[in-house]
């Protein structure tokens, strides 16, 4: 998206050749090369960047709440049109340990389907990502469109999950996450078996666990079941939750799930920074968790791992 390259091209300008010589190498392959698996076409997680779309004006008190919450530092805002039609919108990025944000604070109606993508994935090669979202099963709901140092491009697996896919010429360089963020993905019994044919061959994801029966009050629903699959691809980590769409608020609109050492501590940090903990703490399928909404409107889920 034209906010998010040109985002980059001042703060990496002196650490891009870092990737340079790994995209030179997979951005010339073919499209029928580079398809062959996910793992040729994803760049790397700290890559994969949860869009958040916040209110007007909110952006500079979101930052300042999810840097005190988990750490990390922010690009310089800038405001631009990021969509193919006319549109204006002050964005920004933010890198923390858990997980990158593409932050947008529309100051224009925002374009269909703009605003329904959870995601964006850089690509090794955009005709490759087309062809293998395609390949895959997935539909390209906005064709690949030009931005100043790239491309951009949103795709649709079944269920109607949507994913933007971008491509920059010259590569960004990115630490690596300390935790990698979890897709959070709700869905019918009708659709899932489509979703998990598109999904796991266009990511070239596995299964991790597929629980038919595992405990709903992780989803807000104490005293019933639901089934939880957790997939893990070189896109990152994926967790689908199939309900029958019976779900309390806030569940469903928590897209990205973050992981953290210590919940508690965590939860007080983000209460302190003026973020609200609508649902949780929860002890369940081996974490304690939590949905929190942060300044702006953003709903996440947070989450510690019992070890041991």
Same mark, same amino acid.
């Given at each position: 998206m034209r906010n998010r390259v040109l985002a980059y091209v001042l703060p990496i300008a002196a650490t891009a050749g870092l990737l340079a010589g790994h995209m030179a190498s997979t951005v010339a392959d073919t499209p029928s090369r580079a398809v062959q698996t996910g793992s040729r076409i994803a760049v790397g997680t700290q890559y994969n960047t949860t869009h958040v779309y916040v209110r007007p004006g909110t952006t500079p008190a979101f930052a300042a709440a999810w840097k005190a919450t988990f750490g990390g530092t922010t690009s310089t805002a800038s405001v631009a049109d990021v969509t193919p039609t006319p549109s204006r919108t002050k964005s920004q990025?933010?890198?923390?340990?858990?997980?990158?944000?593409?932050?947008?604070?529309? +100051?224009? %109606?925002i *374009?269909? %389907?703009?605003?329904?993508? $959870?995601? /964006?994935?850089?690509?090794?090669?955009? *005709?490759?990502?087309?062809?293998?979202?395609r390949a895959s099963g997935a539909k390209v709901i906005v064709s690949p469109f030009p931005d100043p140092v790239g491309?951009?491009?949103?795709? +649709?697996? *079944? @269920?109607?999950?949507n994913t933007q896919l971008y491509w920059h010429t010259t590569a960004p360089a990115y630490a690596p996450l300390q935790t990698i963020p979890e897709n959070r993905v709700y869905l019918s019994a009708d659709?899932?078996?489509?979703?998990?044919?598109?999904?796991? $061959?266009?990511?070239?994801?596995?299964v991790e666990s597929d629980v038919l029966k595992a405990n709903a009050s992780e989803i807000g629903l104490p005293g019933q079941t639901f089934r939880r699959i957790r997939i893990t691809s070189p896109f990152g980590r994926t967790v689908v939750s199939v309900t029958n769409g019976h779900l309390p608020y806030p569940y469903g609109h928590e897209i990205t799930g973050y992981r953290v050492a210590n919940l508690a501590t965590t939860l007080g940090k983000a209460k302190a920074a003026g973020a609200t903990v609508l649902? /949780? %703490?929860?002890?369940?399928? /081996?974490?304690?968790?939590?949905?929190?909404?942060? %300044?702006? @409107?953003?709903?996440?889920?947070?989450h510690d791992v019992i070890t041991g």
């Open positions: 990025l933010i890198f923390s340990p858990v997980g990158t944000l593409s932050v947008f604070d529309f +100051q224009t %109606p *374009p269909f %389907p703009f605003g329904t993508e $959870r995601t /964006g994935w850089l690509m090794t090669s955009m *005709p490759a990502g087309i062809q293998q979202a491309q951009d491009a949103v795709i +649709q697996f *079944p @269920g109607g999950v659709a899932v078996s489509a979703f998990l044919s598109s999904y796991l $061959r266009f990511t070239s994801g596995s649902s /949780g %703490p929860h002890l369940s399928g /081996g974490r304690h968790s939590a949905v929190v909404k942060f %300044p702006g @409107g953003y709903v996440a889920e947070i």
